[in-house]
């Protein structure tokens, strides 16, 4: 199978909305229209959405803000009659669902209406979405089932690592899966002192000063909160140092007004949304510590993009995003995500520089691998399921 490929990417969330599956759907689209014949994004509309700047064609389906999650949008795939149409006119090869909602079930109704293969990539723990909203095991347990059910029906169903692998299992999936990690689009290398400096000065950070990053969604599922307590509590050990959140989300307010109660609003940057890549490398490469204590993620990007850096990560022992880290080796990690612990493990961190640049040097090594070398692989595997798919229909006839 020589002909180059036609390929759809399916998701939810797109910029303006910024998360790590729609970081992945991105460069994937961007690889696979560079290497083969096109690659195409399916995603929501966003009004404010500039879809002209992206390297590959983006399709949009009607959809409307989720209520309690405003950057993201949901819809019905069956009310997308004009896209539906659209995608119709186009020879797909294969389909790639990196979600199970609205544009995975479009996805997984045009694989069966144009009788080609799809791929479905589990990324998110549902259930805490689920319970954080609904706070109702059984209406749960019914959602799960009926994500459960979408991956069922594909044809091959990916994970981003082994621990997330086993929270699809926890949801009741008994089929195989397979295992592609996420990569990384920051090129390896340390801070420089000139990086140092326009960083210190866009931020008022003083050239002595720790700096401690957390990049990301500002919600309580990802212990935000635990992260303004931990920081209250290093404070206690008299070091001098810096917080600085890049994000937003529907808790930024409230963190912003938890911080200034305890008395921290000094210490603490609310920087908001950073859209430009390059100002971004030059945050996880200034930083010294990043503190990312979810125990609700699988597989952060972000956790790899401060790896780049040589910004080694402080997380939680045994959740998904502690994955491939080993403590005091090429990451840290504690016990629980409680602010005591953190805040005295992070004044421990930053007394042995030694351990830091050792660890932050290691991160570099071994935790953040190029989406090149991600996405050969699966272009590779793309061209075996569409092979073994074929083949499985030539049997059948």
């Not at 690592?161 to 397979?178: F, H, I, Q």
């Not at 993620?297 to 993009?305: H, I, K, T, Y």
Request: proline share 5%.
């Amino acid at each position: 199978m020589d002909k180059e490929l036609i390929i759809g990417q399916f998701n939810d969330s797109f910029p303006p909305a910024i998360d790590g599956v729609a970081t992945t759907l991105i460069n994937y689209a961007g690889y696979f229209h560079r290497e083969e014949k096109c690659c195409c994004a399916v995603v929501p509309y966003y009004p404010s959405a500039r879809y002209e700047d992206f390297s590959f064609p983006v399709l949009t389906f009607a959809s409307l803000p989720v209520p309690f999650r405003r950057q993201y949008r949901f819809s019905h795939p069956r009310l997308n009659f004009k896209l539906s149409s659209r995608l119709m006119d186009i020879d797909f090869d294969i389909l790639h669902a990196h979600s199970p909602f609205t544009s995975g079930r479009l996805a997984l109704i045009l694989a069966k209406k144009q009788n080609i293969p799809i791929v479905a990539t589990f990324h998110t723990k549902f259930r805490d979405d689920i319970m954080a909203v609904i706070k109702n095991d059984m209406i749960a347990d019914k959602m799960i089932d009926h994500i459960v059910a979408f991956y069922n029906e594909c044809d091959a169903v990916w994970v981003v690592n082994g621990a997330t692998g086993k929270t699809l299992e926890e949801y009741g999936y008994k089929k195989d899966y397979r295992i592609a990690p996420n990569g990384c689009d920051i090129p390896v290398g340390p801070c420089t002192e000139e990086i140092r400096e326009r960083v210190n000065r866009h931020y008022q950070i003083a050239p002595g000063q720790k700096l401690i990053l957390y990049v990301g969604q500002h919600t309580y599922q990802k212990n935000t909160k635990v992260i303004i307590k931990s920081i209250g509590e290093l404070k206690t050990y008299g070091v001098d140092f810096k917080m600085l959140f890049v994000g937003d989300g529907d808790k930024k307010g409230h963190l912003e007004e938890m911080a200034a109660e305890m008395g921290l609003a000094d210490d603490v940057i609310f920087a908001g949304c950073v859209a430009d890549r390059q100002h971004l490398e030059d945050i996880y490469r200034r930083a010294d510590l990043f503190l990312f204590p979810s125990i609700y993620d699988n597989a952060p990007l972000v956790v790899r993009e401060a790896a780049a850096g040589h910004t080694p990560s402080l997380l939680i022992e045994a959740s998904n995003a502690a994955d491939g880290i080993i403590d005091n080796e090429n990451g840290f990690l504690v016990s629980r995500p409680c602010e005591r612990e953190i805040g005295k493990r992070i004044y421990d961190i930053f007394s042995d520089e030694e351990l830091l640049k050792r660890v932050g040097q290691k991160a570099s090594e071994t935790v953040c691998v190029p989406w090149e070398t991600v996405l050969r692989d699966v272009h590779g595997q793309y061209r075996d399921i569409i092979r073994s798919y074929r083949d499985r229909q030539r049997r059948a006839i």
